[in-house]
T-cell receptor, first 113, second 117 residues
Framework: DARVTQTPRDKVTEMGQEVTMRCQPI?????VFWYRQTMMQGLELLAY????????DSGMPKDRFSAEMPDATLATLKIQPSEPRDSAVYFC???????????FGPGTRLTVL | AQKITQTQPGMFVQEKEAVTLDCTYD???????LFWYKQPSSGEMIFLIY??????QNATEGRYSLNFQKARKSANLVISASQLGDSAMYFC??????????????FGRGTSLIVHP
């Protein structure tokens, strides 16, 4: 049963530290999405890749966030420097299936103190 | 303007009853897709059902059906014979073509469903 995996599952860090979140999409899926979920804002799309190329990152604060896909099996989301307002659950999803529905990972719960 | 509107922040239903979760959307595209996802308390988002804008029949997947009314831009999720395990957040989402040829998904704020025994 293929799944999207994310690491770490939980991360507590101090303001100003660098945070790197990793995602392994489902093999064969050619789209990858990064989302942030908070109670206040709901689910926000941060970045979107197709065939490893970034197609849309308009939802991402460019000054501190960066997203990359160094290869087809790894997507990364980096925050540097982190701030308390970045505290949220970050989801990775890969797109595939008959209607290119999204398969979500379990999320990374980030707490920035 | 919000592209996906879910007006019910919370819904309650008795076990074995049917429940309808509302979703309206806003797009000027002719080709788009509508999705429903479930997020139980464990946090993982689970795909439930899909409706394409050109599909004439309402989509069904087991106990889930999508009541698609294109003229009203409405895509309500109907869950029949509710079970306790259906208690979760439910998100409506739309995928439409953005400039540059990419498909951009947009999610609603979600509806919390609680199923009572």
């Amino acid at each position: 049963d293929a799944r999207v995996t994310q690491t770490p599952r939980d991360k507590v860090t101090e303001m100003g530290q660098e945070v790197t979140m990793r995602c392994q999409p489902i093999l064969g899926h050619n789209t990858v999405f990064w989302y942030r979920q908070t109670m206040m804002q709901g689910l926000e799309l941060l970045a979107y890749f197709r065939n490893r190329a970034p197609l849309d990152d308009s939802g991402m604060p460019k000054d501190r966030f960066s997203a990359e896909m160094p290869d087809a099996t790894l997507a990364t989301l980096k925050i540097q420097p982190s701030e308390p307002r970045d505290s949220a659950v970050y989801f990775c999803a890969s797109g595939g299936g008959a209607v290119e529905e999204q398969f979500f990972g379990p999320g990374t719960r980030l707490t920035v103190l | 303007a919000q592209k996906i509107t879910q007006t019910q922040p919370g819904m309650f239903v008795q076990e074995k009853e049917a429940v309808t979760l509302d979703c309206t959307y806003d797009t000027s595209d002719q080709s788009y897709g509508l999705f429903w996802y479930k997020q139980p308390s464990s946090g993982e988002m689970i795909f439930l059902i899909y409706q394409g804008s050109y599909d004439e029949q309402n989509a069904t997947e087991g106990r889930y059906s999508l009541n698609f009314q294109k003229a009203r831009k409405s895509a309500n999720l109907v869950i029949s014979a509710s079970q306790l395990g259906d208690s979760a957040m439910y998100f409506c989402a739309m995928r439409e073509l953005a400039s540059g040829g990419s498909y951009i998904p947009t999610f609603g704020r979600g509806t919390s469903l609680i199923v009572h025994p």
